[in-house]
Structure formats: structure tokens, C-alpha cells
């Protein structure tokens, strides 16, 4: 059974700064495209930032440029998320996704986490 673990969200002033983990049991998420995904609330859920296998590639929505960072760990199976400067519109419940096998952040995401609060106050 695969299961996708998200963990590091919480409460923040704005301005500072927390480090996301995602890491899965039940699946080698080496070779796959890996996603972070946030929605806060009344909103629809937007992409924040995925990784290509490699860690050659990534992209980042417009919102994230600049602040965060996304990296993975391969010998960890885990991939990261560093939210510098952090803002109160920031403030979302946080997905890790799994994507296709060397698959593109435009392609489909077959598993996912339930997600890690993160709060950002004025």
C-alpha cells in the first residue's frame, strides 16, 4: 500500500520561514515527478512548485518564485520544500503529490498526501 506523508507545516509569523517534507513508504518515488500543491480556504487547489526525477527541473507558480525552493533526496526518497519570506496569503493546507514515472509537472498525479497546515500570521 503506498502511502505519501507530508510533514513541517505550522504556525509562522510573516516573514519567517518553514521547511516542508514529503516522503513515501510502499513506493520508490526516485523516478517519478514529484508536485507540492496547497489550497487554502474557500480557494481551489493550485500548484506551488514540482520537481522532474533528476531535480534538474523545476518549476514554480508565480506566487512561489523567489521564496521557495523545491528539492528531493533520492537516497532519502523524500523531497523538500523551503518557504523563505513567508506571507499570510501563504497560509493553505500544503499537498505532497507523486506523479508518473520520469514524468512531466504537466502530466497526471497518481498518489497523494493528506496534507500539512501551514499558517501564516500578520
Known amino acids: 500500500q503506498v502511502q505519501v506523508v507530508e510533514s513541517g507545516g505550522a504556525l509562522v509569523q510573516a516573514g519567517g520561514s518553514l521547511r516542508l517534507s514529503c516522503t513515501s513508504s510502499?513506493?520508490?518515488?526516485?523516478?517519478?515527478?514529484m508536485g507540492w500543491f496547497r489550497q487554502a480556504p474557500g480557494k481551489e487547489r493550485e500548484g506551488v512548485s514540482c520537481i522532474r526525477p533528476s531535480g534538474a527541473v523545476t518549476v514554480y507558480a508565480d506566487s512561489a518564485k523567489g521564496r521557495f525552493t523545491i528539492s528531493r533526496d533520492n537516497a532519502k526518497n523524500t523531497i523538500y520544500l523551503q518557504m523563505n519570506s513567508l506571507k499570510p496569503e501563504d497560509t493553505a493546507m500544503y499537498y505532497c503529490?507523486?506523479?508518473?514515472?520520469?514524468?512531466?509537472?504537466?502530466?497526471?498525479?497518481?498518489?497523494w498526501g493528506q496534507g500539512t497546515q501551514v499558517t501564516v500570521s500578520s
Open positions: 503529490a507523486v506523479g508518473g514515472l520520469y514524468g512531466s509537472c504537466s502530466g497526471s498525479w497518481s498518489y
Open positions: 510502499g513506493l520508490t518515488i526516485n523516478n517519478r515527478v
